[in-house]
């Protein structure tokens, strides 16, 4: 039987570890080809390389910073010479700094804008004339765009700065037949949550307060994210899908 996204190839940033990789293997198995950008996490990328090839599908690592112009211009001249085009973009990779608002500076601010906002737009500009009709492109955001949570102010404004960059970018790609959503996860227990000072209590929130169950996984962000790429989605476009569980209507 022909996998939904046979021949696609999908770029994945931040494609080594948590939430990234799972949307790689997600991506992987219905068909795609899988370019994986990294920052330090070098071997995790190789592995995950491997296990797409076994799958029976291409896969490449690149490093790249994804908020910087220069980093990602270089990203895609080495993409270019292995692939000719890109069908799907997920702009997972992010970063941040954990502390109250009244302890950041501007250094602070402009880190996480760059890294979490400003980077979507940058791999766009760059994914969309690759790309032909039916093209996708999905950034991960997180709840803390519309709520106030303990230390996570700067990295809650970049990733509500994002869900609007997503909405002008699906309005301006979606003529070309472009599709730009975002996908908005609720807490996911992978290494960037053991930085959190609260990371226990924030879980057990979490579980407290989540209808579907007690633990959300990286998989399940990466099907949310899997159900966009389809064909079937073509009609959803400037999209905050929440995958929480139920958790934001909880109170």
């Not at 940058?122 to 303990?150: C, D, K, W, Y």
């Not at 230390?151 to 609007?164: D, N, Q, T, V, W």
């Not at 960037?192 to 169950?213: D, I, K, M, W, Y």
């Amino acid at each position: 039987m022909t996998q939904p996204l046979s021949g696609k190839v999908a770029l994945v940033t931040g494609a080594a570890r948590g939430i990234g990789r799972a949307c790689a293997v997600k991506l992987a198995a219905a068909g795609c080809d899988i370019i994986a950008n990294y920052y330090n996490s070098h071997e995790e990328a190789q592995a995950l390389c491997e296990q797409v090839q076994a799958m029976g599908r291409r896969a490449m690592a690149v490093q790249a910073s994804v908020g910087v112009p220069d980093s990602v211009t270089e990203m895609f001249e080495t993409i270019r010479t292995e692939f000719d085009r890109i069908d799907i973009v997920i702009s997972n990779a992010a970063s941040g700094v954990l502390k109250p608002n009244m302890d950041m500076t501007l250094k602070h601010f402009r880190w996480c804008m760059e890294t979490n906002a400003f980077a979507v737009n940058l791999l766009a500009q760059h994914a969309a004339p690759l790309m032909t009709e039916g093209g996708r492109i999905v950034a991960m955001s997180s709840l803390g765009a519309q709520r106030a949570m303990p230390h996570y102010g700067f990295i809650g404004a970049s990733k509500a700065a994002l869900e609007s960059l997503v909405r002008s970018l699906a309005q301006e790609l979606g003529p070309r037949g472009i599709r730009v959503n975002t996908v908005s996860a609720g807490v996911v227990d992978t290494d960037a949550l053991s930085h959190f000072p609260n990371r226990e209590q924030v879980l057990a929130e979490f579980a407290e307060r989540t209808p579907a169950g007690p633990s959300l996984k990286p998989e399940n962000v990466a099907d949310a994210v899997y159900l966009l790429c389809l064909p079937e989605a073509a009609w959803i476009n400037g999209h905050t899908l929440i995958v929480d569980g139920g958790f934001a209507i909880s109170g």
